[in-house]
């Protein structure tokens, strides 16, 4: 080994090339990195020879250079040299039964391309520039106003004025993320200790995983596909396939913002085509929830007959399999003027902490109780809460549909209402990581403002904030003991907001911990498939219970009272599932602080 590296390392000096090298030493096993900018052509005519010499003295040594990732379509040309008399056999079983190199094309046994054509990076389309009609885009400002070139020679200064138009994208971003995937194959994992990317997982198919996005739009930027075909039922088949569970934040080895390269294919679409119903009724689902509001017994009673049901997937897409919870004949935010709440209509001026609550959809029009429990339990622990009605839904679905202009108006109008709370000293409190993901994550790429950055700074989840609390010795730690044991799933956008997923504990299943008799146990089975109401909707709801199945096993355990999870479409995914009630943690600390009877969590 010794004499391998010191090898490497002249032949690396010798090419003034600057390589990582790690490895296994026990086994004997190097990865060898050579760090190169592809986007300068004469790279391409050091890395042949450069390869040959490495992988020579590899081989000179007894090594080999398969090893731990195989032989892809880079190595392939190589192989000869290490199989120099069974390679000829190798080809001869490959022609026999795949006459057409049909199944794997281009690994192992290679034919025609030479191989530096399979760099992801295509060495000359890199550095050229996307002419198209021939419209110069510029980077927007901070403040949106006014613009300034892009960098030169780092990006296309030019891009078809089709995707101006359409995408209003901020191309240096969705050309940089597009860019960074290098091909490692990491979002292609099936091991339990990974969940990117539940859709692929799910379906092994190849086009659903997250590097297939950066490919579409690596082609569409590079022209290898034509842009017409971004906003073809196809390459709305691949966008749709992510569901933004934002997984690849973490796990990407790049850490691409998958979900944005999705968003904007699906914004692409949704500009040429318009949305399609199932979609609409996604992303106003707010506007539909509160038309039906008024007949709010009659919608319950109708969602509880399955014939209604029928109907209701024929005509709207949404699943017939799915139960839908109890529509609330008083959304939330329109009960607080006339409730014990009222008193958190206008913004205090006073020394305690403040804190302004966000409630979005589900919590407004399903679970109303879910946010006065919030409340109640952030004024015991000496929160100054105030909620501000007019708010709107955090456009999360809207995000998710790729619906751009409704999702920016409802970003403006919610960063407009709360950048003066924060100034005012506020801290905004979502009762949801997924809301307070699409607060602090979704609202900077589609708003350029210094309020949307404000805002990311200023936005905590519930169990975020009572944890923080708990760790500076305010928390009040007066919980009566609930003696059962219960099943967490963490909600993958709460961990995409922690930044890991290997972490020990979230902050809500520390905030459990603390309740006396109450054991809590982390069920980590990936992704529970529901994503909102991506699982609900028709199309979609095999693949979701299909994802949800390894949680739903895990539940199903006897020794498992109930599911918990801060996310409430993963409480409904769960409880559908398992058939056993799933909470969120907010109702155990209320049951514990004595707020909830603890009969609430037998419902
Ligand atoms: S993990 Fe990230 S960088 Fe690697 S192939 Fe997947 S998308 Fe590309
Ligand atoms: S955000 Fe989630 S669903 Fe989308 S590509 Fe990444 S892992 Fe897959």
């Given at each position: 080994m010794n004499d391998v590296v010191s090898k490497l390392l002249t032949l690396f000096h010798q090419y003034k090339v600057t390589a990582s090298l790690s490895g296994h030493v026990g086994q004997g096993h190097l990865r060898i990195h050579p760090l190169l900018d592809l986007a300068q052509t004469d790279v391409k005519s050091n890395l042949h020879p450069l390869a040959e010499a490495v992988y020579s003295t590899i081989l000179r040594y007894g090594g080999t250079i398969s090893s731990e990732w195989g032989t892809g379509m880079l190595k392939s040309q190589f192989l000869p040299q290490q199989f120099p008399h069974l390679f000829p056999l190798f080809r001869e079983i490959k022609e026999t039964f795949d006459p057409q190199y049909l199944l794997n094309p281009g690994k192992v046994i290679p034919r025609g391309t030479h191989w530096i054509n399979h760099l992801r990076h295509g060495l000359e389309k890199r550095g050229r520039k996307l002419s198209g009609s021939g419209v110069v885009i510029n980077r927007p400002s901070s403040n949106g106003t006014s613009t300034s070139p892009l960098l030169a020679g780092e990006l296309p200064r030019e891009m078809p004025s089709q995707l101006e138009i359409q995408l209003r994208w901020e191309p240096s971003y969705v050309f940089e993320s597009a860019y960074q995937c290098n091909g490692c194959g990491e979002c292609l994992r099936f091991d339990r200790e990974s969940r990117i990317c539940p859709l692929f997982?799910?379906?092994?198919?190849?086009?659903?995983?997250?590097?297939?996005?950066?490919?579409?739009?690596?082609?569409?930027?590079?022209?290898?596909?034509?842009?017409?075909?971004?906003?073809?039922?196809?390459?709305?088949?691949?966008?749709?396939?992510?569901?933004?569970?934002?997984?690849?934040?973490?796990?990407?080895?790049?850490?691409?913002?998958?979900?944005?390269?999705?968003?904007?294919?699906?914004?692409?679409?949704?500009?040429?085509?318009?949305l399609p119903l199932d979609d609409l009724i996604v992303s106003r689902l707010d506007n539909v929830l509160n038309l039906l509001t008024p007949v709010n017994v009659l919608f319950n009673a109708a969602m509880r007959n399955r014939f209604m049901r029928w109907l209701f997937e024929k005509m709207f897409h949404i699943s017939q399999g799915r139960t839908m919870p109890a529509l609330t004949s008083r959304p939330f935010l329109h009960r607080v003027r006339w409730s014990a709440w009222r008193h958190c209509l206008s913004p205090e001026q006073t020394e305690k902490e403040r804190v302004a609550l966000f409630v979005d959809t589900?919590?407004?029009?399903?679970?109303?109780?879910?946010?006065?429990?919030?409340?109640?339990?952030?004024?015991?622990?000496?929160?100054?809460?105030?909620?501000?009605?007019?708010?709107?839904?955090?456009?999360?679905?809207?995000?998710?549909?790729?619906?751009?202009?409704?999702?920016?108006?409802?970003?403006?109008?919610?960063?407009?209402?709360?950048?003066?709370?924060?100034?005012?000293?506020?801290?905004?409190?979502?009762?949801?990581?997924?809301?307070?993901?699409?607060?602090?994550?979704?609202?900077?790429?589609?708003?350029?403002?210094?309020?949307?950055?404000?805002?990311?700074?200023?936005?905590?989840?519930?169990?975020?904030l009572l944890l923080r609390h708990y760790r500076a010795g305010k928390l009040q730690e007066d919980f009566q003991s609930v003696p059962y044991r219960v099943g967490y799933h963490a909600p993958c956008r709460g961990l995409a907001i922690s930044g890991s997923l290997t972490i020990d504990a979230t902050p809500a299943e520390k905030l459990l911990n603390l309740i006396p008799e109450l054991e809590v146990e982390r069920i980590e089975r990936g992704c529970c498939g529901m994503s909102g109401l991506w699982g609900a909707q028709q199309k979609n709801y095999r693949h979701s219970l299909h994802i949800g199945t390894p949680l739903f096993r895990a539940l199903r355990q006897p020794e498992i009272d109930f599911g918990v999870s801060d996310c409430n479409a993963c409480c409904l995914q769960m409880a559908h599932g398992s058939r056993k009630c799933a909470l969120h943690p907010i109702q155990l600390l209320a049951v514990s602080y004595g707020f909830l009877p603890l009969s609430a969590l037998e419902r």
């Open positions: 997982r799910g379906t092994a198919t190849i086009e659903f995983a997250p590097r297939s996005k950066a490919d579409l739009l690596r082609g569409i930027l590079e022209k290898d596909i034509d842009l017409d075909k971004l906003v073809g039922e196809r390459a709305k088949a691949i966008a749709d396939t992510c569901f933004q569970c934002r997984m690849c934040d973490i796990e990407c080895a790049s850490q691409i913002d998958i979900s944005l390269l999705a968003f904007r294919s699906k914004a692409a679409y949704v500009a040429a085509h318009g589900y919590v407004n029009h399903f679970d109303p109780q879910l946010a006065e429990v919030a409340v109640q339990i952030l004024e015991h622990n000496g929160f100054s809460v105030h909620i501000p009605v007019r708010q709107q839904t955090s456009g999360l679905r809207s995000f998710a549909v790729g619906h751009a202009d409704r999702a920016e108006r409802l970003a403006r109008h919610n960063i407009n209402r709360m950048s003066d709370l924060i100034r005012q000293g506020y801290k905004i409190i979502t009762i949801e990581p997924s809301s307070a993901s699409c607060l602090t994550k979704d609202y900077r790429h589609l708003l350029d403002h210094q309020e949307s950055e404000m805002m990311a700074e200023n936005v905590l989840d519930f169990c975020s």
